[in-house]
């Protein structure tokens, strides 16, 4: 009995000892998570609640409230944390409700909720990117209903956000089974749909793409439907949640799915934000500004910055100096440090403490990993691709040209029947000289008025002598009636397009005995350097021996010219100014009325035109007859040696309806993805065809205030033109003619597009002249604004048309391919890739209305009916340049994909590019 009852002990203690070991494991395991939920708690942060979020909820309405479904996220952002309203600035940074600057990186997310169709319009471009490189650096953000289209603006997106409207109804989602265990579904019934109430007649947004969206999927409305209702992206360090489907109602009746939802998205995107700053605000005014990935309020000088560390790792100071270390940007400098002191003071533009390590360094060396990638995808995209290498042949120096050119033979010198009408071609008596730095000289020409300098619609013809007209333009043949010269001149022959409205003819000389005046144009030896933007003379009186300078450039921001004559010694000047009308054929009737210093000229047959001409010196005017009706001629009272004649043009009133309409034709479908482009587009047409031509008075009267200064602004502006960069070879001719070029090719630019011709009929270029002079002369911004009005009016087919003045689409010619090819150059200068990204659905369009118009059979030749892009003018439907032209419209296509992140396009279009590449090779290639 004694051992059944000691084995009975024994296994009642191994029992018990079993009990005890197995609950002390228990113990262990709950101690060990009670101690991990601690010790991951943030600090401060009692342990019965979880913490709430510092959340930079965007409203576009302030300092207004917003709309009902604004107002109800917002009502519940500030249930679950501290909410700070913020919207983004055009002109950079974040202003909060108060009229404070903010960052995004003074909150733990940034949340933007909208049931509007253009929400990212509305957001801004500035906002974008700044809100893009906050998320690089480690950012949180949230996106839900429409919002999501800021994902397709900051480049993190390719599939579009397909937006529509419903009717009431609930949304439903159901979470992708791999992730039902995901933080945002805490306590929500993963295996079932997710119901959440909708506010009646809300948008619907979701990424419609055949393969999905770009992030990962986390939840769709059916079970791999790829609608993207709840999608993680990662940007950089950052993450982004979007949330869409139907724009969910927080202003409804509490909804338990949509608190536990939205509060679980907002805790899970505020515990992995890595990206916190604290920007010090200086005193007085000043301004954000983001400079190597880190948020400044920047000083307009120097202060005192001084504020307690807090748990700041690094401080950021932005100073103007370039004395030591640091980053420089500008004229600004960035220096890093860590922080070691509680209290941090520095005499600085700008100061940030950041939670980051080597916040600006750590920039720095992201973006150089970014570059490799890019270049490594670029290396990829060229492999297999035969790459020439040119010989190089080595010639000891002094260079000296290999062959000599016959100038005599050069029209670009000016040698044509245009620039000199009086003689045939190739035989100019003088000639012009070259002027290396980027301009021509004449010594004794005599030529009048063929040498033109355009700004805008302002014409200002100089010539050998100096003698000036200014001239504009009338509408081009085809515009509809009424809308030829735009709407200042309410004639019903405007579209015609044959006049050029005269605006007066400026005539210079010096009094001699009795009212005998020596016009300057008349006297031999005349020397004259054309510039681009302004002429130069220099005059000299055979007998009396005194010596005139003369400058001539037409005004900067309105239309006229300015006149400055600078004499040896002490002269006096006299000055006629008249003859301006709609046609010389007219019977004109010119009216002077003279006002002191001062001339206005009218003309009936110029209905709301207004000539103004005066100067700076002393002596009345006088009126003059002549035989289109009145001029007037002024004469110095007193010798001077410098004198200020400054001439404008314009009208009285001008067709307001008409203008309005006119611009309201950049509304299109095309350009509702950039509205704030098209404003820019629309602004520069009213400057250009309108706005130069009000109150000519004011401005004359502007331009003579300080007129050295004003002329000095005008040498400027063309100077660093010509001068930012030089071309000097041993060929003093091709300098001169490059150089010029860098200047001369502004006259082409009116408004937001480039003119065919400066000089004759006023449309719109067709696409196919290329426009390579201005890329690699750094006018980006001008062909950025040409590409953008091309694709404003892409037909709904895809076609890209030529457009008028009057901004009505012109069916003429077939600019589609070379629009892509060009939106590729544009990118391949300036590495705009949010340029791209906005403008490729225009792309995509184009490239499939080629494709279905112009090689409907696919077999890779494309046929076209246009003479200039055949090899024999007059014969139709050569396929040889349309195919070159077309297969480099798909390569650069497939290039273009590449950059947006569009993989199904990029594939697409290599094939077709291969396809025409060797069907060029195979059939046309002989």
């Excluded at 929400?119 to 839900?144: I, M, P």
């Excluded at 009431?168 to 159901?174: D, E, K, M, P, V």
């Excluded at 400098?333 to 941090?344: D, G, I, M």
Aim: charged share 25%.
């Amino acid at each position: 009995m004694r051992d059944v009852n000691a084995a009975s002990r024994a296994k009642r203690v191994r029992g018990h000892r079993s009990v005890a070991l197995l609950g002390m494991r228990e113990l262990l395991a709950a101690c060990a998570t009670v101690l991990c939920a601690v010790l991951f708690l943030p600090h401060g942060v009692a342990a019965q609640e979880p913490a709430r979020p510092r959340i930079a909820f965007v409203d576009l309405a302030l300092p207004d409230e917003g709309k009902p479904r604004e107002s109800g996220a917002l009502a519940f952002a500030r249930r679950q944390g501290e909410v700070i309203r913020v919207k983004p600035l055009a002109t950079g940074g974040w202003q909060d409700d108060s009229g404070r600057l903010r960052a995004p990186e003074e909150a733990d997310l940034v949340w933007y909720h909208s049931g509007e169709v253009d929400a990212a319009a509305r957001f801004g471009r500035a906002g974008a990117a700044d809100l893009l490189a906050y998320l690089e650096a480690g950012g949180s953000v949230l996106l839900t209903g429409t919002a999501g289209s800021l994902l397709n603006a900051m480049g993190i997106e390719t599939a579009p956000l397909r937006v529509s409207t419903q009717k009431a109804r609930q949304g439903s989602l159901r979470v992708v089974e791999k992730h039902r265990a995901h933080p945002v579904f805490a306590g929500l019934p993963t295996r079932t749909p997710i119901v959440l109430s909708t506010r009646p007649g809300s948008a619907v947004a979701s990424f419609d793409a055949p393969s999905g969206p770009a992030g990962e999927l986390l939840a769709d409305a059916m079970p791999g439907s790829g609608e993207g209702l709840i999608v993680e992206h990662t940007a950089g360090a950052g993450r982004v949640t979007f949330v869409g489907g139907a724009v969910p109602d927080f202003a409804a009746a509490t909804d338990p799915h949509l608190e536990r939802l939205f509060g679980n998205v907002l805790r899970y995107l505020a515990a992995r934000s890595t990206n916190h700053a604290r920007l010090v605000t200086p005193p007085g005014a000043h301004r954000y500004e983001r400079l190597f990935g880190v948020p400044f309020l920047v000083a307009e000088k120097p202060v005192m910055l001084t504020a307690p560390a807090n748990g700041a790792r690094y401080a950021a100071l932005l100073t103007d100096d370039r004395i030591g270390g640091g980053f420089r940007s500008g004229r600004f400098t960035v220096r890093e440090t860590p922080v070691r002191a509680e209290v941090l003071s520095a005499q600085a533009l700008g100061l940030t403490l950041v939670t980051r390590e080597k916040p600006v360094s750590g920039h720095i060396a992201a973006q150089r990993e970014q570059l490799k990638a890019f270049e490594r995808r670029d290396q990829e995209m060229t492999r297999g691709l035969r790459v020439v290498r040119p010989t190089v042949t080595l010639v000891p120096a002094p260079l000296k040209p290999l062959v000599t050119p016959d100038t005599d033979r050069s029209v670009l010198l000016g040698r044509s029947p245009y620039q000199i009408p009086e003689q045939k071609e190739g035989a100019p008596v003088p000639v012009y000289e070259p002027v290396e730095e980027g301009g021509f000289r004449v010594v004794g020409g005599t030529r009048r008025f063929n040498r033109p300098i355009v700004h805008g619609l302002n014409r200002v013809y100089t010539g050998d002598v100096p003698l000036f007209r200014m001239e504009t333009v009338a509408g081009k043949p085809g515009d509809a009636p009424g809308e030829g010269l735009f709407p200042l001149w309410p004639r019903s022959d405007a579209g015609q397009g044959a006049a050029k409205p005269c605006l007066g003819t400026l005539r210079l000389g010096v009094p001699g005995a009795g009212e005998e005046v020596r016009w300057l144009d008349t006297l031999p030896g005349t020397v004259t350097t054309f510039w681009p933007g302004y002429t130069e003379y220099r005059v000299t009186h055979p007998d009396a021996g005194w010596t005139a300078t003369v400058t001539v450039a037409p005004l900067l921001e309105t239309n006229g010219l300015f006149c400055r004559v600078e004499f040896d010694r002490e002269m006096p000047l006299a000055w006629q100014y008249g003859g301006i009308w709609w046609a010389d054929t007219e019977a004109n009737r010119n009216q002077v009325t003279l006002e002191g210093a001062t001339a206005r000229i009218t003309e009936a047959n110029l209905p709301n035109g207004l000539v103004f001409a005066g100067w700076d010196g002393e002596g009345e005017g006088q009126k003059r007859q002549a035989a289109y009706g009145e001029q007037v001629e002024f004469a110095a009272e007193q010798a001077r040696r410098v004198y200020h004649i400054v001439a404008t043009w314009g009208v009285t009133e001008y067709d307001e309806a008409l203008a309005a309409k006119m611009m309201a034709r950049l509304d299109t479908p095309a350009a509702a993805g950039w509205k704030w482009a098209r404003d820019i587009l629309k602004r520069r047409w009213f400057d250009c065809y309108i706005g130069r031509a009000l109150k000519p008075e004011l401005r004359l009267r502007a331009a003579l205030l300080a007129p050295e200064a004003e002329l000095r602004r005008i040498r400027e502006l063309w100077d660093s033109r010509r001068t930012e960069f030089q071309v000097k070879t041993p060929d003093a001719h091709l300098n001169a003619l490059v150089n010029w070029a860098r200047g001369a090719s502004e006259y082409h630019r009116q408004g937001p597009g480039l003119a065919d011709s400066a000089l004759g009929a006023p449309e719109y270029t067709s696409l196919s002249t290329g426009w390579q002079g201005k890329a690699w002369a750094g006018d980006h911004q001008a062909l950025e604004e040409c590409l953008r009005l091309y694709a404003a009016f892409q037909e709904e087919d895809g076609f890209i048309p030529w457009i008028t003045p009057s901004l009505e689409p012109w069916r003429v010619g077939n600019n589609t391919p070379y629009w892509v090819i060009q939106v590729w150059e544009q990118y391949a200068w300036t590495g705009d890739r949010q340029f791209v990204r906005e403008l490729w659905p225009q792309v995509r369009q184009a490239v499939a209305w080629q494709c279905r118009q112009n090689d409907p059979d696919g077999d890779g030749l494309f046929r076209e009916a246009h003479d200039y892009w055949n090899l024999a003018p007059g014969w139709k439907g050569s396929p040889v340049v349309a195919s070159v032209v077309s297969w480099a419209m798909l390569d650069r296509a497939a290039r273009l994909a590449g950059v947006v992140g569009d993989a199904v396009a990029e594939a697409e279009y290599r094939g077709l590019a291969e396809l025409s590449r060797q069907a060029i090779l195979g059939l046309l290639w002989r």
